[in-house]
């Protein structure tokens, strides 16, 4: 048995382990996730652990022995000599055979390393109930991207390795390229801000259903999501499919058409109103022109110099980024995967600018008349909700649905309930979409921070980076450095408005805490892992927390579509309620 034992440890110790001080050298083990307190992990070791007790059993026997009573007294004292170093040799086997045991435990249950992700992520997610609920493993490639189940409550994020053409590869011109888009961002994030703002933003926004395929725009570079609709049509051409950007924060929705005065460059040819039989210009005595487009634009309808009824009715709209759209009001047919409504209210824009990509437009998903959920209500019940995919690469997409509801919440594909949250009214700004926010966490840890608990916090699919009140975003950043930076990943330079970032070149996996939000009436949202780092630098070098802070504490928060990736969110304008579920975005 002595011998086993020996061997055991001996053969143990030649094998490469981690440290069997995981807790203390954790920070000098970037490549691994240690866990030091994972009770499943002793199952692994029961051999060991069952070899350890018959030698302390044994030594527990020599210990008691007794030397014969016909022994003379040196026979007696050798006696008592090999008795003691032989406990003393037991005793250290026993820690010498504990040790191995332990060493056992980290290298083979709570170890996760990039070539164990795929065969072992359902078993670690039973063995460490901490990372299994409030970490992901980010494996890092080139840029953000797809996400994958690890059993219930585990998910991996990975980096996308796919090649973007949208995005520079000069890393000078990238980093020219990400700063224009997030200085945008901040500019759409400023407009909503009512009490610092004089001009309002374009309005916010959105039992059949009708679903079409939701894409990441950054092949058409930006960083919002873009769906197809079809416009017009006739007996004798088809209908114009034209790529339009989702924004829960518009209400109008408009194209580039012709004649253009001056349109920016769009992938999809311009609508072209001529060659569509069902397309008519709104007149200025329509209502449509006046109170509705007031309420979707802030402006109302312009008829010319004359200002009669019969004369075209011109639309003008800004936004708080600077980009504008102007053109005719209109009315055409419209096509969502497969269903198409006659007489849509819409705006062909024939002076248009702004960060808009390579789209053809912008589909308003807002609250008001003119936006495409309340147009088409009666027949989808005011009902719309998408699923926004970690994916940028056009092999896979999240979905946009009108309709759906409790009866067709099967169609969704979410992999929790649906947790519903009452979705709130601002008379200040009645086009757009809010919610309360009660409380936070970061890793599992709750916040405390003073913006906690305030109300209209605006939920927005057109705003990218997700803003925070100072005090919760100081609350937030310093757990996360907490966290995270207990790893010991060098700090790297702040990046445009993101301020904590930090240098993981040559690190295959990242222990990354997620920030979960809980919402009036208990329901918890916890932003996946996609959403939480922003790939600056392709090699790794800069990857920064993907949130910011707002200037005041009494300006308006906003939940951006970076962080509701990978989320079943419903809009159920009707039932003045927001509700949120887990699923996987990236259909193929």
């Known amino acids: 048995m002595l011998v086993q034992a020996a061997g055991s440890y001996w053969q143990a110790a030649a094998s490469p382990r981690p440290s069997i001080y995981p807790c203390l050298s954790h920070a000098h083990h970037s490549h691994s996730l240690v866990s030091c307190t994972s009770p499943a992990s002793f199952l692994v070791v029961s051999p060991l652990l069952i070899r350890a007790s018959q030698l302390a059993l044994l030594w527990l026997l020599v210990a008691r022995s ?30 010498l055979a504990l040790l191995a045991a332990a060493q056992q435990v980290v290298g083979k249950s709570a170890v996760l390393s990039l070539r164990e992700l795929d065969g072992r992520r359902r078993s670690a997610a039973t063995t460490d109930t901490r990372s299994s609920r409030y970490y992901v493993d980010a494996m890092l490639a080139e840029t953000l991207g797809e996400h994958k189940k690890a059993g219930a409550a585990t998910s991996v994020l990975e980096l996308k390795r796919h090649s973007l053409t949208a995005i520079p590869e000069d890393p000078v011109a990238r980093d020219r390229y990400l700063r224009r888009l997030l200085a945008a961002d901040e500019s759409r994030a400023n407009s909503f801000q009512p009490r610092r703002n004089k001009d309002r933003a374009s309005a916010s926004t959105q039992s059949a259903s009708a679903e079409v395929p939701l894409t990441s725009g950054i092949r058409l570079q930006t960083l919002n999501y873009v769906t197809t609709i079809s416009l017009g049509g006739s007996s004798g051409s088809p209908a114009a499919n034209l790529t339009v ?77 600077g980009s504008f759209s102007r053109g005719v009001l209109a009315t055409d047919t419209v096509a969502l995967g497969g269903a198409s409504l006659g007489g849509f209210v819409f705006g062909c824009g024939l002076s248009n600018r702004g960060l808009f990509g390579g789209t053809a437009g912008l589909m308003g998903l807002g609250r008001t008349e003119l936006s495409l959920v309340s147009q088409t209500a009666s027949r989808y019940g005011g009902v719309f909700s998408y ?25 969704y594909r979410n992999t929790t309930p649906v947790a519903y949250t009452r979705m709130i009214a601002d008379p200040a700004q009645p086009p757009f979409y809010f919610l309360n926010v009660t409380g936070a966490a970061v890793g599992g840890t709750a916040l405390a921070a003073q913006g906690l608990g305030a109300s209209n916090v605006l939920i927005d699919s057109g705003t990218v980076i997700t803003r925070l009140a100072p005090s919760v975003y100081r609350a937030v950043r310093a757990e996360f450095m907490r966290q995270f930076g207990a790893a010991g990943y060098p700090a790297a330079p702040g990046f445009s408005i993101l301020d ?12 990354v805490p997620l920030l979960t939000l809980r919402l009036e009436g208990g329901a918890d949202v916890t932003v996946d892992a996609a959403g939480m780092l922003f790939v600056v630098r392709k090699d790794g070098s800069q990857v920064c927390l993907a949130m910011a802070s707002l200037s005041y504490e009494d300006e308006t928060p906003i939940i951006g579509n970076y962080q509701q990736k990978n989320k079943r969110v419903v809009y159920d304008t009707l039932g003045s309620r927001l509700g949120f579920a887990d699923e996987d975005c990236n259909y193929v």
């Not at 003379?72 to 820690?95: E, G, H, K, N, Y």
């Not at 005595?285 to 004359?306: K, V």
């Open 66 to 95: 007794t030397y014969p009573p016909y022994h003379s007294r040196p026979q007696r004292a050798l006696t008592m000599a090999v008795a003691a170093a032989a406990r003393l040799l037991l005793l250290r086997l026993v820690v």
């Open 245 to 321: 950007i989702v924004d829960t924060g518009s209400d109008l929705t408009w194209v580039q058409c012709k004649p253009c005065s001056a349109c920016y460059a769009q992938r999809d040819p311009l609508f072209d109103p001529a060659g569509s039989a069902t397309y008519a210009a709104v007149r200025c005595n329509a209502s449509a022109c006046a109170d509705s487009l007031r309420a979707a634009t802030g402006t109302p309808g312009s008829c010319g110099s004359t200002g009669a009824g019969s004369e075209k009715c011109y639309y003008a709209l800004a936004y708080g980024d």
């Open 387 to 411: 699923c926004l995919p970690a994916a940028t690469s056009g092999d896979a997409s999240g979905s946009l649905s009108l309709g759906g509801g409790d009866d067709a919440a099967s169609s």
């Open 500 to 511: 904590t970032c930090y240098d993981l070149t040559g690190h295959d996996e990242v222990k």
